[in-house]
């Protein structure tokens, strides 16, 4: 079992930069490939970025990429999302996921998920 806690999401202006932080329990950290997803209110769920267990491999939504940056600390068991240059449509609540397997866009594939921390840009 894995439990997961975001913390770091806030107001912020467009242009702005936050960074989410996801605590991990347990001491198997390391061999859960993590994800973050993001869900706008009247929108599903959607991929943000993702990250193996090792972190060499990083993935990312085309409508991030270059602005965010997925990222771990093995040692602290935390996972990182910094968020650079934010708009008003990346405004949703973020969540972070562990899965057992590959870092995959799917959140399907995920096993554990945060409660999830409000994001929200003004313009």
Do not use: H
């Amino acid at each position: 079992q894995v439990q997961l806690v975001e913390s770091g999401g806030g107001l912020v202006q467009a242009g702005g930069s936050l960074r989410l932080s996801c605590a991990a329990s347990g001491r198997t950290f390391s061999r859960y490939a993590m994800g973050w997803f993001r869900q706008a209110p009247g929108k599903e769920r959607e991929f943000v970025a993702s990250m193996g267990g090792i972190g060499s491999s990083t993935y990312y939504a085309d409508s991030v990429k270059g602005r965010f940056t997925i990222s771990r600390d093995n040692a602290e068991n935390t996972a990182y999302l910094q968020m650079n240059s934010l708009k008003p449509e990346d405004t949703a609540v973020y969540y972070c996921a562990a899965s057992r397997y590959l870092p995959a866009r799917d959140y399907k594939a995920y096993n554990y998920w945060g409660q999830g921390t409000q994001v929200t840009v003004t313009s």
